[in-house]
């Protein structure tokens, strides 16, 4: 979708569908709406004083201008009281008139940038978060529907709309951000949509491939004969029932200073997970495809700090398997020798993620970071006690913990920070190990979480527990049912963030 920004009256601008924001509880227009309404006659309050729109978050109402202006339709959207808005209230509401302009089959539409209060956000990132929530709302996968027989692209471009010419680059650079944000989390929602027969460890190697040719990026690939050389039990134990070689991909980044220290993101990347040898219930089985959730988000993140240009070094680091039964795969009972040198009893193959990512992160320990961030679909225990709009956060350092969680606020994807206590560690005690891999039904995200920091060492480590958001049951205005990409933002927006200084 093309995004564009330009500096116009609401009353002349020639689109399909002219989106306007409004307040609840408010007796007047804002200036732009106001001139609209007057052009207009009073037709749009008229639909306020009938109750046809009282400016609900998310309520919309269209009307048909029949040639009375440029525009051919109005869509009033509302993003609740002036008191309790937010700039997630403002995705939403984007979100929410692309859902509403799609049964009309508009193919553009232009929207005023609303009166936002500078406490919620200056204008770039008003713009920011208003494209964001077009690019997400708009998402759909057709890919293998062949009785798809609408137009798979009829929005083709959302025109902001600003107050003034001098505003217009704040205005644009925002909009640049929401859009490469955007496009981070469809890319993240693809992966994880496509079926496991496709979306391989191969074919996630070959995504790698396509972002290391943005600029200052390079890939490297471990085979599973360098991996034996490195010693990376976790993964090759992991890897050992499946017909799909293993990869352990490594992107980086490169556009702060030689001497500065690297942020490096360890994502999950199991492209299928079976639950192996421990089979899995077969209800609801299919959604394991998008158990390579965290390592697509670490893929789309790398490419948007390339794209932004952002001046810092990223690293991102994807241990990518299957997890199948058969023959050769790793039973209960077995250990495995892990990278970092510590040993593993084996009591579940069904908890693999742990597996894979505690080699991701010793070898990112070992590249002097300045902090590590791992994201990955880890326990159902996660979705059991956060439910579906909260990312489970665990960590060992309170400053980049304060960080992710305003990342969270300022993305809208919102992090719950749970206990990371060493009595938990009880728990995953091995009677012939140095640790098991489970640690029983109660805390399941605390020892998960436990287990990774073992093969952390010292470096500041924060670990995101995306199974709580990572799949929708249903859709939303930002969100569509199955695939979410929750959490691509919240890592991007971090960046940001840090290369900022904020």
Partial sequence: MNILVKTGD????????????????????????????????????????????????????????????????????????????????????????????????????????????????????????????????????????????????????????????????????????????????????????????????????????????????????????????????????????????????????????????????????????????????????????????????????????????LSMNVIGLLPVTENMPGGRATKPGDILTMLSGKTVEVQNTDAEGRLILADGLAYASRLKPACVIDVATLTGACAVALGQFAIGMLGNDEALKAAVQKAGLDSGERVWEMPLWDEYFEQLKSDVADMRNIGGRGGGMITAALFLSKFIGDHPWVHLDIASTDWSPSERPCVPKGPSGAGTRLLIQYLINRANGS
């Fill in 10 to 309: 609401a009353t002349t601008v020639s689109t399909d569908v002219l989106i306007c924001l409004s307040y609840e509880k408010e007796k007047t227009w804002s200036k732009t709406i106001a001139g609209l309404d007057k052009k207009l006659g009073g037709q749009l309050s008229d639909l306020r004083k009938s109750g046809e729109f009282s400016g609900k978050a998310n309520q919309t109402t269209l009307l048909h201008l029949n040639g009375k202006l440029g525009s051919k339709r109005v869509l009033l959207v509302g993003l609740g009281t002036r008191e309790t808005l937010t700039l997630e209230r403002v995705r939403q509401a984007m979100g929410t008139a692309v859902k509403r302009a799609r049964p009309v089959k508009a193919k553009d539409m232009a929207c005023v940038m609303p009166d936002v209060p500078k406490t919620i956000g200056q204008l770039d990132t008003v713009a920011q978060a208003m494209v964001e929530g077009v690019m997400l709302g708009d998402y759909r996968f057709t890919e293998y529907r062949t009785d798809y027989s609408e137009d798979r692209k009829i929005l083709q471009s959302c025109t902001l709309l600003t107050p003034t010419s001098a505003s217009q680059s704040t205005v644009n650079a925002g909009a640049k951000r929401g859009k490469i944000l955007g496009d981070a989390t469809n890319f993240v929602r693809n992966m994880s949509n496509h079926p496991a027969n496709i979306m391989k460890p191969s074919r996630v190697v070959a995504e790698a491939k396509t972002i290391a040719k943005e600029s200052k990026i390079r890939l490297k690939v471990l085979d599973r004969q360098h991996m034996k050389k490195l010693g990376m039990g976790g993964l090759l134990g992991v890897a050992q029932g499946s017909v799909e070689p293993p990869h352990f991909i490594i992107l980086e980044y490169s556009g702060g200073p030689k001497t500065q220290r690297p942020v490096v993101l360890v994502g999950k990347t199991v492209t299928f997970d079976s639950g192996g040898i421990s089979l899995k219930p077969s209800e609801n089985m299919e959604q394991m495809k998008a158990d390579m959730t965290g390592g697509a988000e670490v893929l789309a993140a790398v490419r948007a700090v390339s794209r932004l240009k």
